[in-house]
């Protein structure tokens, strides 16, 4: 087997930090998007800063997503330990940005019986962005709603220390 070029190589974005690096580097390996495997095409499918904008676009859907009352930076996923999660998301928003461009460069062709395709993966990405995301919608939801529970249980406001009390009640019977 061919070695893994750029496996060991270290991502560079300018202010990020090297847990942020790191996460990109995981989600680089996760997709396997390394040239030595990519024999379709040169090089790596997707850049690092490209991954870096899916994961800052991964937490905004997290964010987006009702009940809005907790919201979540980067290091607030790592705090929780809510990796796996933010990876889904990051792959969900990197293939739907490859199936954008597969579907631009579609470009079938028919000579004499001899059918040839270009870019066609559309359905096939479609399928995998499907399989992530009924993954990732019911774990967000579930994820949203069990922080917002402990904010109830760790809130020193007045204003929630009365909800506190209704939910504690709710959740005893």
Known sequence: M???????DSVSI??????????????????RDYAALNRLIHGQETNDRMIAW???D????????PPLVSSL?????MERNLQSL???GTVICILESVGLLQTRNHLPFNDGGLSVSVSDKAPMLQSWIDRFR???EPEVKQTK??????LLYTSPSPRDRSAYLVCRLLLEK
Do not use: H
């Open 86 to 88: 933010l990876r889904k």
């Open 73 to 77: 930076t980067f290091d607030g996923f």
């Open 58 to 65: 991964a937490i905004s859907e997290f964010n987006g997503t």
């Open 134 to 136: 009924s993954k990732w």
């Open 145 to 150: 709603i069990a922080i917002n529970i402990c």
């Open 14 to 31: 300018p202010g990020a930090s090297t847990e942020f690096e790191q996460f990109v580097a995981g989600i680089r390996l996760y997709l």
């Open 54 to 56: 899916c994961v800052m």
């Open 2 to 8: 061919t070695s893994l070029q750029g496996l060991g």
